[in-house]
């Protein structure tokens, strides 16, 4: 098993920055791939993005050039950091994990509201 806890969200005005992080419950090393989604109002969850157990990111189109993400495998913590944000970043922003090479997440936190002000 996976528990993941997101913090870090909040409200920011358009243009400005907001850095996520998701606590891993055991070591990032034991974990196949764990990572950023979103869910607007409204809307589909999306993969923002990923990082393979091995350190390799994989961004989605939204997130190339304004968000990155890392890891502190020390605290086996996932950061996102959000750059130049606008409104349509709004949404609830969730860290999943797939504990194993499945082809899908398994393990989701509860999510952290993300609101950008225009």
């Known amino acids: 098993q996976v528990q993941l806890v997101e913090s870090g969200g909040g409200l920011v005005q358009s243009g400005g920055s907001l850095r996520l992080s998701c606590a891993a419950s055991r070591s990032l090393y034991t974990i196949y791939a764990i990572g950023w989604y979103r869910q607007a109002p409204g809307k589909q969850r999306e993969m923002v993005a990923t990082?393979?157990?091995?350190?390799?990111?994989t961004y989605s189109n939204l997130a190339k050039g304004r968000f990155t993400i890392s890891r502190d495998t020390d605290k086996d913590t996932v950061h996102l950091q959000m750059n130049s944000l606008t409104p349509e970043d709004t949404a609830v922003y969730y860290c999943?994990?797939?504990?194993?090479?499945?082809?899908?997440?398994?393990?989701w936190g509860q999510g952290t509201q993300v609101t950008v002000s225009s």
């Open positions: 990082l393979l157990s091995s350190g390799t990111p």
């Open positions: 999943a994990a797939e504990s194993k090479r499945l082809g899908w997440f398994d393990y």
